[in-house]
């Protein structure tokens, strides 16, 4: 007798994808049918992922909470015109990095200041100073962290803000950037080893401007 083969755990989440996907269809439709609770539950599930778009596009926290909100606005003006429902995501994206090109290139901007985006990152791999308070400490070395990884170029900069920060898989960011989960996974190998280069980088010059305030006092 033949024995069923149990699923694998691929076709498990290539049917949690197109669950997903089918939601987000269906949620379309019902807000276009007038349903405010459906557009709220889109914009509370995409939310995130387009803030994380934003903030890798324009390298600016709270100038990235701002763009996120106008991309919204955007796609909920724009709803009718979206001939593939289940690729919310995918045309949503496209919203907000016309959204921030469009700020970019604005020559009325304002420069935003910075905002740490607080626990929300791990930074393992950033050496920690024991003296102070270690509360304190640790939101130094977020903000440092965050600083860097707004160096990045453009392209890493945003699989390292969805993939550290809103901690999504390689197809899923794949899916919202527009490349192959290979791409994604080369794309987080380069931002790792630049990453690495230039927390050393600062962590020595932090060092050397510390040993040089010591001896101009001493």
Request: with cysteine.
């Amino acid at each position: 007798m033949l024995r069923r083969s149990s699923p694998s755990i691929y076709s498990i989440i290539g049917a949690v994808r197109r669950m997903e996907a089918t939601c987000d269809a269906d949620l379309v439709q019902d807000t276009l049918e007038g349903s405010n609770s459906a557009f709220e539950e889109l914009v509370r599930r995409w939310t995130p992922r387009v803030l994380a778009v934003c903030h890798a596009r324009v390298g600016r926290a709270g100038a990235a909470e701002d763009l996120t909100q106008e991309t919204l606005l955007r796609a909920f003006r724009a709803l009718r015109t979206l001939s593939e429902p289940a690729r919310f995501g995918a045309w949503l994206r496209g919203i907000a990095v016309r959204v921030c090109l469009d700020w970019l290139k604005s020559p009325e901007r304002k420069v935003i200041q910075f905002s740490s985006l607080g626990q929300e990152w791990r930074p393992d791999e950033v050496p920690c100073p024991n003296e102070g308070d270690p509360r304190l400490d640790r939101e130094s070395e977020n903000r440092r962290l965050l600083e860097i990884v707004e160096s990045l170029p453009e392209e890493l900069r945003e699989v390292v803000m969805l993939f550290y920060y809103q901690e999504l898989k390689y197809r899923d960011i794949a899916e919202i950037v527009g490349v192959s989960a290979a791409a994604v996974n080369a794309r987080l190998t380069r931002a790792r080893v630049l990453l690495r280069e230039r927390i050393e980088r600062a962590e020595r010059q932090r060092l050397a401007g510390g040993r040089d305030r010591r001896e101009e006092t001493s």
